[in-house]
């Protein structure tokens, strides 16, 4: 059954609340990286350039955010006409 608005909300995580789950696995390969950063680099330098090049983008799209391109149509009708009260008529060639 779908929830429908105007109805109250029970049970769950609160809104802005993280996932337990989530956090656990997250802190789980913060310390697994941390304890193996030696071991990592080592692994890194026997690896050719292109196969780090490619370790180091793949992980750069777990920890960097996507960028998305978007397009933009502007249009003004927009007309001035300057007149500086400097620039006497006659100067105005």
Same mark, same amino acid.
Not at 29 to 42: G, T
């Given at each position: 059954m779908p929830f429908k608005k105007g109805h109250e909300k029970k049970g769950g995580r609160t809104k802005?609340?993280?996932? *337990?789950?989530?956090?656990?696995?997250?802190?789980f390969?913060?310390?697994?990286?941390?304890?193996? *950063?030696? *071991?990592?680099? /080592?692994d890194l330098k026997e690896l050719t350039p292109k196969e780090r090049l490619d370790f180091y983008l *793949?992980?750069?799209?777990?920890?960097?955010? /996507?960028?998305?391109?978007?397009?933009?149509?502007?249009?003004?009708?927009?007309?001035?006409r300057l007149n500086p009260s400097w620039i006497k008529p006659e100067d105005n060639v």
């Open positions: 802005g609340q993280s996932n *337990k789950d989530v956090s656990q696995l997250r802190g390969f913060y310390d697994l990286i941390n304890d193996n *950063k030696d *071991k990592i680099e /080592k *793949k992980c750069a799209n777990h920890v960097l955010p /996507k960028m998305q391109s978007i397009e933009a149509d502007v249009r003004t009708d927009v007309t001035m």
